[in-house]
């Protein structure tokens, strides 16, 4: 899937490929997601598992095979592709493996999903020792491919377990380690996840928090003493040095950030968890960059949880492939929300369903005051099964029609926000979309329970298809 003849890897453009006309279709038929036993007790590896998303399949909603490391205690999180849309145009590379870093163990997985993609097997292992000795670098998160077919991944700090926003450059024909992708001094006391726009010279960068601090669950005195994240990284693509640090305020934490999916755009955008806010950033007429707030989701006053304030907690963003829509998770409050991005500059909500989150009636929370809701939102059941847990990483079909979502972040912080999920799993759940006026409804035969697993409850997290996806492929 994802190939056009001779051309290369993927597609020639985000609107081609929303169109499938390099493929079969659009429709995508499998699935994987990293599946984290780390942190469970299980005492059992992670493993990659394979789930059947064809609605015409005798297995659909099932996961069809399971990958499992070598390892006890990776805590595989996410993941991305040894090529992709950014070689379209050369016939040399093909996409053949997914790259799967451990946030824990700091090792990163090779699995070849091309030989037998029902069945993907281990291709190599690149092991820590490796990076920390060449790199200097430890708790690899964001994988992306590359033009030049080499793999860059960010990191989240040293090896110490100090927050270091640093960045490893794997070859993508022999997957080791070449060294650090950055030159000069100057690096970021933090970092996360990352986008890059090769035609206007940069990569933006984000921050999470301090990787030991981060494994212990979270503390709000932590935000105090400055462990977690406030910037936006401006990094000059060609010298690979530090240009520019946007602050976007203590408490913001901004993680996932997009781009626009067009080649030539100058703007996307960046959550911010713990603010609740959606910044939007862009290129300024002097060629610096800038951000401002285009959303907020307020924190609600609450009685019975950790803090009088409940954040939103905005863990993962996507947009569409047409630029038209952000998607965005709130794990915390339960809900994900579709905004018509037409104005980047003035996002207006289309689409919003309640998936379960801390806020539903009958649980330990009640609602003291609520700018958005007039009440407490229901429990979400689905085929009799209450969800535990909030909606979390996303995924959208390369036609926009169906919008994948997890509902696992971090078995650490699983464990403190949601026990349920360490005893229940996780799920994975798929919404309808309104693609022409906006709307999103949950598609009530779709589900995968996370904790049927033969080895006991696990918690599933990012996911990719094997033709490509809205959050992994980048036009250059």
Not at 141 to 162: K, R, Y
């Amino acid at each position: 899937a994802g190939k056009c003849g001779a051309c290369g890897p993927g597609y020639p453009s985000p609107l081609e490929a929303m169109k499938g006309n390099c493929a079969a279709g659009p429709r995508e038929r499998l699935l994987y997601l990293p599946c984290i036993r780390s942190g469970t007790g299980s005492g059992q590896p992670d493993f990659l598992g394979t789930v059947d998303v064809d609605p015409q399949s005798p297995e659909y909603c099932q996961v069809i095979h399971r990958l499992p490391m070598p390892h006890v205690g990776d805590e595989l999180h996410h993941s991305g592709w040894n090529a992709c849309s950014s070689c379209f145009g050369d016939p040399t590379k093909s996409r053949k493996f997914l790259v799967l870093p451990s946030l824990s163990s700091s090792r990163i997985y090779i699995v070849d999903v091309a030989t037998e993609p029902r069945a993907p097997r281990l291709h190599k292992v690149v092991e820590a020792e490796e990076l920390f000795r060449k790199a200097k670098a430890a708790f690899p998160h964001t994988s992306h491919c590359l033009g030049s077919g080499e793999i860059l991944i960010s990191c989240l700090g040293d090896p110490e377990g100090n927050g270091k926003g640093t960045f490893v450059l794997l070859d993508g024909e022999t997957f080791e380690v070449k060294g650090n992708w950055e030159k000069g001094e100057k690096i970021p006391a933090l970092g996360y996840d990352f986008w890059y726009q090769p035609r206007h010279n940069v990569l933006l960068s984000t921050e999470w928090g301090v990787p030991r601090v981060l494994a212990r669950g979270f503390d709000p005195r932590d935000v105090e003493k400055g462990h977690y994240g406030r910037h936006i990284n401006v990094w000059d693509w060609r010298r690979r040095t530090l240009r520019q640090q946007l602050d976007l305020g203590r408490g913001s934490i901004p993680l996932e950030i997009r781009f626009l999916h067009h080649p030539q755009a100058a703007r996307g955008f960046v959550g911010c968890a713990l603010s609740g806010q959606i910044q939007h950033f862009h290129k300024t007429t002097e060629g610096t960059w800038a951000a401002e707030k285009v959303i907020e989701v307020p924190s609600k006053k609450v009685q019975g949880w950790l803090l009088p304030d409940m954040p939103a907690l905005i863990t993962d963003i996507l947009i569409s492939l047409d630029d038209r829509f952000l998607y965005f998770s709130c794990w915390l409050h339960g809900d994900v929300r579709q905004y018509d991005i037409s104005d980047p500059a003035q996002p207006r909500l289309v689409g919003q369903v309640f998936l379960g989150g801390s806020l539903c009636k009958g649980g330990p929370v009640t609602v003291l005051e609520d700018r958005e809701l007039r009440e407490q939102p229901e429990p979400f059941v689905i085929q009799g099964k209450k969800v535990a847990g909030g909606p979390q990483m996303l995924q959208l079909s390369l036609d926009g029609r169906r919008l994948y979502v997890s509902t696992s972040l971090y078995s650490a912080w699983d464990r403190q926000f949601y026990p349920e999920l360490i005893r229940e799993g996780s799920v994975l759940l798929q919404l309808d979309v309104d693609t022409e006026r906006g709307g999103l409804s949950v598609n009530p035969k779709f589900l995968v329970d996370f904790g049927r697993e033969p080895g006991g409850p696990c918690l599933a997290h990012e996911m990719r298809y094997p033709g490509g996806d809205c959050t992994s492929d980048i036009w250059v």
